[in-house]
């Protein structure tokens, strides 16, 4: 990733390739998948920890991290990522302001499937829209459709 954004659609979704698979889908090159191995490397990973991976791993030599998260892990993942991008690209893009942009500076982007901050919510809610509710039951259903599929035990 190296700070670059991942290829998005125009509605904002990214991994479009992973996302395209269907169960008639019986090989995918490398170069097609590369991008979908690295958001697993980069962010996926995240949800378990360094710690966590490094034991894991250990104790289970041969094993892959797509043998160690579920679909839930994913799809969250993809999740929290098309949320945030544009406002996580809007702070990088400010904090490389100076002073006089900073006057000008009217900060837009905001959260694609989340509640704004300062939103007051009942009690034990998170804060997800029903939109966004609904895109990750239609990701996880997805991805797991994916892993259950694949011939190499995704």
Request: hydrophobic share 40%; no cysteine; glycine share 8%.
């Given at each position: 990733?190296?700070?670059?954004?991942?290829k998005?659609?125009p509605?904002?979704k990214?991994?479009?390739?992973?996302?395209?698979l269907?169960?008639?889908t019986?090989t995918?090159?490398?170069e097609?998948?590369?991008e979908?191995l690295?958001f697993?490397?980069f962010?996926?990973?995240?949800?378990?920890?360094?710690r966590?991976?490094?034991?894991?791993?250990?104790?289970?030599?041969?094993k892959?991290?797509?043998?160690?998260?579920?679909?839930?892990?994913?799809a969250?993942?993809?999740?929290?990522?098309?949320?945030?991008?544009?406002?996580?690209?809007e702070?990088?893009?400010?904090r490389?302001?100076?002073a006089e942009?900073?006057?000008?500076?009217?900060?837009?982007?905001t959260l694609k499937?989340?509640h704004?901050?300062?939103?007051?919510?009942?009690?034990?809610?998170?804060?997800?829209?029903?939109?966004?509710?609904?895109?990750?039951?239609?990701?996880?259903k997805?991805?797991?459709?994916?892993?259950?599929?694949t011939p190499?035990?995704?």
């Open positions: 990733m190296n700070n670059k954004m991942l998005r659609s509605d904002g990214i991994l479009i390739t992973f996302i395209s269907t169960e008639d019986i995918i090159t490398y097609e998948n590369l979908f690295t697993m490397d962010y996926v990973s995240k949800l378990a920890g360094a966590e991976l490094k034991s894991w791993s250990v104790k289970n030599p041969g892959t991290l797509l043998d160690k998260v579920i679909a839930g892990d994913i969250y993942a993809i999740l929290v990522y098309e949320n945030g991008i544009d406002v996580w690209m702070r990088m893009k400010e490389q302001m100076n942009e900073l006057v000008q500076f009217v900060q837009s982007a499937y989340h704004p901050v300062g939103t007051k919510l009942k009690a034990y809610h998170d804060g997800w829209t029903q939109l966004g509710r609904d895109y990750y039951y239609s990701l996880l997805m991805v797991q459709g994916i892993k259950g599929n190499y035990g995704m």
